[in-house]
Every structure is written in structure tokens, then in C-alpha cells.
């Protein structure tokens, strides 16, 4: 090979090298910038997946607590198991509220007598007032006789017939006859209020016996809820009282946790731009070795986490810092029942929401 040769070859090897720098150089670059965008979450690489860890199952967690005090003196159930709506969950001593059910019947039996007995009382007064109506008619004709006989003993006395001590005795019959009319009227209105005291204490009666009423209903309801049944059909967790314990109104016996569950995701307040309701929904449950599910968006919260708390934060200091709040969105759980009866409330979930479909 003549120099000439070897000196193009080399010219050649350095303009390929050159290229190949060239290239290197510009898809360097290109790298770089694909990087960028990336990171900023920039066209071509925008995000169209909502990603969160801070979520998880949720339930119809219901606490059993008694209404009335008392011993326990049967637990049919045991811990963890199903039950359905109106089984008997604990059975409290339920002797002392089936004799106040039996006092309150008493209670109401007699006042129903006394309303029975206003009733026959207000008969009573209404044939005392005719009794007495009679007694006042025929005083009002004894006096008109009285009255009649007067005339007929003056006239006789003035023409001598008669004499004046039987004009006098026609006289104080008369007045007597008079007072009889007045006798009879007072009786017969004393009589008239008599019955009006009688009706206006039937109404005083008849609110006793609704009182009794209510008095019983509020015994039958306390015998009842010797009865602790379940509320709903779901599964059982601890029971945390036994046979023969004493409980109050109120005391933790067991809890009950329904099938219905569903998710809560606390979302970035950042990430809520394009979130909305019916759009698809992909969490995997920690519990489940990482088990994916479906669902879709249910809700979303009308305020932050922060806004419900029982003591909000104060951000008017100096020392401000700003803090992405969270929103709590429901998911609702979709699948087949088998796998979703797997998933438990208080479960950690990764969830992943496509805001690309444009939901409701």
C-alpha cells in the first residue's frame, strides 16, 4: 500500500469517527430531553394514571352495644362467624323487665277501669239531671196549684166564707211552693255540674290511659332489647364478653362487619385536576400478595381530610410551609363476589385511576 493510500484510509476512519460522534452527540440529546419530558410529565410522556398508596378498605363496621343493663345469660355465637339479619347475638337476664311488662298491664288495666267508671259516672249525673228536671216540673205545678187554691181562699175570705187563719195557711203554702220552684232549680244545676265536672275528667282519664300505654310500650321495648340480635346479615369479629358478665347501656359487646366493602383513597389535592366520577379504577391490596382488583370512582369528598379534623390547622404564622392536603375519593369495588368477600376494612391498597376517560 502506498502512502497515498494509507492516508485516505485514515481521513476515511477520522470523517466515520466524526459521524459516529456526530450521532452519539445528537441521541445524547435526544436522551437527555426525553429525561426532561419525563420528569415533567411533558408531552409525549403526560400522566394519565392517578397513583396513590394512601388508601384503603373500608366497610360497614358496626359496633353491637346493649340499650339496658344486665347479666348475660346465653352467647349462641362465636368469634368470627356469619350471621344473618335477626339472629340472636347475647341474650341479657330479661326476668326484672318481664314483671315491669306485667306492672305496667296492671298499670293500664286500671286506669282503664277509671275511664270505664268516668263513663258510668257521666250515666249517673245524666239521670240525676232528669231526675231532677222531674223534681222541678212538678214543683212548678204544685205552685201553680198553690197559687190557684190562694185565689180561691182570698175571695172566699172576703165574702166571709172562709176565715183569715185559712187565707194565712193558703198564704204560706203558696210561699212554700214558691221556695220549692227555687230548691228544685238549684238542684238541678248543681246537678248539670256535676256532669260537666264528669266529662272535663274524662279527658284527664283518657291521658292516663295513653300514659299507660306509653308506659307500657316503653316496658315491652326493654324486654326486647334483652334480645341483642344482629342488625344486618355479616360477620361477626371478637366477642368481648362472656357468660355471666354484668353490662351497661352502651358497653362494646361484639362487631359486625356487613359484606359491602369499598376503598377510600386519599388523593393529592395536585392530582385532582382531571379526576372524575365513573372513570376506571386498578388497585392491587397488600394483604393479598398484591392480589389487582377493579373498580371505579363513586364519589368525591366536598372538602380535605383537614377540614373535618376536630382541630384545624392554624396556617396565619410566620413559619408557613406549604403542604399538599389531601381529598378522600370512594372507589367502588367491582368483581366477582368470591374475590371481593376476600378483601377485609383497614386493608392497605395501591390504587391507579385513568383520568384519559372522560366520566361524569
Request: avoid cysteine.
Amino acid at each position: 500500500m502506498s502512502q497515498q493510500d494509507a492516508a485516505k484510509e485514515r481521513a476515511n476512519t477520522r470523517s466515520n469517527l466524526r459521524i459516529v460522534s456526530i450521532f452519539a452527540a445528537a441521541a445524547i440529546g435526544i436522551v437527555g430531553v426525553l429525561v426532561i419530558l419525563y420528569a415533567w410529565q411533558l408531552p409525549p410522556f403526560t400522566r394519565h394514571t392517578q397513583f396513590t398508596d394512601n388508601a384503603y378498605v373500608r366497610g360497614l363496621t358496626t359496633f353491637i352495644s346493649p340499650q339496658v343493663n344486665g347479666y348475660i345469660t346465653e352467647v349462641p355465637v362465636q368469634d368470627f362467624v356469619q350471621v344473618k339479619k335477626g339472629d340472636l347475638i347475647m341474650q341479657i337476664d330479661d326476668r326484672i323487665y318481664r314483671q315491669k311488662v306485667h306492672q305496667a298491664q296492671a298499670q293500664l288495666a286500671m286506669k282503664i277501669a277509671a275511664l270505664n267508671n268516668n263513663i258510668q259516672q257521666r250515666k249517673s249525673a245524666e239521670a240525676v239531671i232528669k231526675r231532677n228536671e222531674a223534681a222541678l216540673a212538678s214543683s212548678k205545678a204544685q205552685n201553680q196549684q198553690s197559687q190557684a187554691d190562694l185565689k180561691r181562699v182570698k175571695a172566699l175570705t172576703s165574702d166571709g166564707s172562709l176565715s183569715i187563719r185559712e187565707r194565712d195557711a193558703a198564704l204560706a203554702t203558696a210561699a212554700q211552693g214558691s221556695a220549692s220552684i227555687a230548691q228544685a232549680q238549684a238542684t238541678l244545676e248543681m246537678s248539670k255540674q256535676d256532669l260537666q265536672t264528669t266529662i272535663v275528667n274524662r279527658a284527664s282519664l283518657e291521658a292516663d290511659v295513653e300514659n299507660a300505654k306509653a308506659a307500657l310500650e316503653l316496658a315491652e321495648i326493654d324486654l326486647q332489647n334483652t334480645r341483642i340480635v344482629a342488625p344486618r346479615d355479616g360477620q361477626l369479629g371478637q366477642i368481648s364478653v362472656r357468660l355471666g358478665a354484668y353490662v351497661s347501656a352502651g358497653t362494646h359487646l361484639t362487631t359486625l362487619v356487613p359484606a359491602q366493602h369499598w376503598v377510600i383513597a386519599n388523593i393529592k389535592e395536585t392530582q385532582l385536576a382531571n379526576l372524575r366520577i365513573g372513570q376506571p379504577v386498578h388497585f392491587t391490596v397488600d394483604a393479598l400478595d398484591g392480589q389487582a382488583f377493579r373498580g371505579r370512582v363513586e364519589s368525591i369528598s366536598p372538602a380535605t381530610g383537614v377540614e373535618f379534623s376536630a382541630i384545624s390547622p392554624d396556617n396565619a404564622t410566620g413559619n408557613f410551609v406549604k403542604i399538599a392536603q389531601r381529598i378522600p375519593v370512594r372507589i367502588q369495588v367491582e368483581g366477582k363476589a368470591e374475590e371481593v368477600a376476600r378483601l377485609r376494612p383497614g386493608m392497605s391498597v395501591q390504587v391507579k385511576i385513568d383520568t384519559r376517560e372522560n366520566a361524569q
